[in-house]
């Protein structure tokens, strides 16, 4: 996954589906901190998980729990 994610991608993690769409605020090598509205801030090693990425930036993602959460904005 190196080299596809950058700041202000949508992306969700799978196997935590509770963390809801989330939106990467750094990458470093192969750590990426992403802000999850129900996780908070997370640094997560790419190499060894299944982020996917919903949307781009300044394309919020088409997700209605996210309507119903509370965040305002990531």
Not at 10 to 22: A, D, K, Q, S, Y
């Amino acid at each position: 996954m190196r080299g596809v994610l950058q700041p202000g991608q949508f992306v969700r993690l799978e196997g935590r589906p509770e963390w809801g769409i989330g939106q990467v605020q750094s990458v470093a090598d192969d750590r990426v901190t992403v802000n999850f509205p129900h996780a908070g801030k997370v640094l997560i090693r790419a190499g060894g998980s299944a982020l996917v990425v919903v949307a781009e930036p300044g394309s919020p993602p088409a997700d209605t729990d996210r309507a119903d959460d509370g965040a305002a904005g990531f």
